[in-house]
């Protein structure tokens, strides 16, 4: 079945450094593929997503390209603010009308220092 | 607009006892779904529906039923509680089916004494 695996964390950065946190897939056909945050006491919300090969998702200042030969979504944002502490999940769902399930990875925590 | 709704948000219960989590959505989605949320687990899907009158199982369905007899509602039934499902339970929706961005609640903090 479907599967997503994400780099595990915590990742602890400072304030303006530069922020990769990884995915990758497993998935027949071609799957959508997501990024959503979690942050403290809250539910999840949608960061980004994108549903075909070389797509590029983006929000916020960050950013993920659709990776098919390297079955990859990994997340990127240029200079990080303490405001993306948070813990950040990748998702991914489909192809449509073969799986409906919405699967995640273990989530990565974050942690941006002053 | 409410969005998504989950009650109880806490509860604690003893080893075989039965409770319902209520999952409510005004928003008019066709898709909605169940995860739990465990330290180092992520979130593991329970059960889902894409629609009034149809549910399947997830990733981790054992020990939990689903009914959607209405597109608003999608109670999660814990028959006889078990400590394994101490957890935080999320209820999400989606207008646009599993490409859809999810919408969660706020979650069900339950734990299982």
């Known amino acids: 079945g479907n599967s997503v695996t994400q780099m595990e964390g915590p990742v602890t950065l400072s304030e303006e450094a530069f922020l990769t946190i990884n995915c990758t897939y497993t998935?027949?056909?071609?799957?959508?593929l997501f990024w959503y945050v979690q942050y403290p006491g809250e539910g999840l919300q949608l960061l980004l997503k994108?549903?075909?090969?070389?797509d590029k998702g983006s929000n916020k200042g960050f950013e993920a390209t659709y990776r098919k030969e390297t079955t990859s979504f990994h997340l990127e944002k240029g200079s990080v603010q303490v405001s993306d502490s948070a813990v950040y999940f990748c998702a991914l769902s489909g192809p449509v009308n073969r799986d409906d399930k919405i699967i995640f990875g273990k989530g990565t925590r974050l942690h941006i220092l002053p | 607009n409410a969005g998504v709704t989950q009650t109880p948000k806490f509860q604690v219960l003893k080893t075989g006892q039965s409770m319902t989590l209520q999952c409510a959505q005004d928003m008019n989605h066709e898709y909605m779904s169940w995860y739990r949320q465990d330290p180092g687990m992520g979130l593991r899907l329970i059960h889902y529906?894409?629609?009034?009158?149809?549910?399947d199982q997830g990733e981790v369905p054992n020990g939990y039923n689903v009914s959607r007899s209405t597109t608003e509602d999608f109670p999660l039934r814990l028959l006889s509680a078990a400590p394994s499902q101490t957890s935080v339970y999320f209820c999400?929706?989606?207008?646009?089916?599993?490409?859809?961005?999810?919408?969660f609640g706020e979650g069900s903090r339950l734990t299982v004494l």
């Open positions: 999400a929706s989606s207008l646009g089916g599993s490409t859809g961005e999810l919408f």
């Open positions: 994108a549903t075909k090969a070389d």
């Open positions: 529906s894409v629609g009034a009158g149809i549910t």
């Open positions: 998935a027949t056909g071609y799957p959508s």
